[in-house]
């Protein structure tokens, strides 16, 4: 079904809760809790690559710290992304 909407002058649809624009609140709540996880994870991996937190096995290894790295990145990458995408 279809109404007008004289705000910008043309048809547009009606608004179906079930369609998947009305999914990017949650997509987006997702996408930070992924980011924050990530953060952490990262930063953990981090310390515990470069002999900051004692007590692993990860303890000390250059690996873990390049991809606590990695991760710390691609965490702030999800949280500095913006919260709503603009709609076309």
């Given at each position: 079904m279809h109404k007008f909407d004289s705000c910008r002058g043309h048809y547009c649809q009606s608004v179906n809760p079930r369609t998947p624009g009305a999914r990017t609140?949650?997509?987006?709540?997702v996408r930070r809790i992924l980011g924050a996880v990530l953060v952490l994870t990262g930063a953990v991996w981090i310390?515990?690559?470069?002999?900051?937190?004692?007590?692993?096995?990860?303890?000390?290894?250059?690996?873990?710290?390049?991809?606590?790295?990695?991760?710390?990145?691609?965490?702030?990458?999800l949280l500095s992304w913006p919260w709503r995408q603009q709609q076309a």
């Amino acid at each position: 079904m279809h109404k007008f909407d004289s705000c910008r002058g043309h048809y547009c649809q009606s608004v179906n809760p079930r369609t998947p624009g009305a999914r990017t609140g949650s997509v987006t709540v997702v996408r930070r809790i992924l980011g924050a996880v990530l953060v952490l994870t990262g930063a953990v991996w981090i310390g515990q690559g470069l002999d900051l937190i004692q007590g692993s096995s990860m303890t000390g290894s250059t690996f873990w710290a390049v991809m606590g790295a990695l991760c710390l990145v691609a965490g702030l990458g999800l949280l500095s992304w913006p919260w709503r995408q603009q709609q076309a």
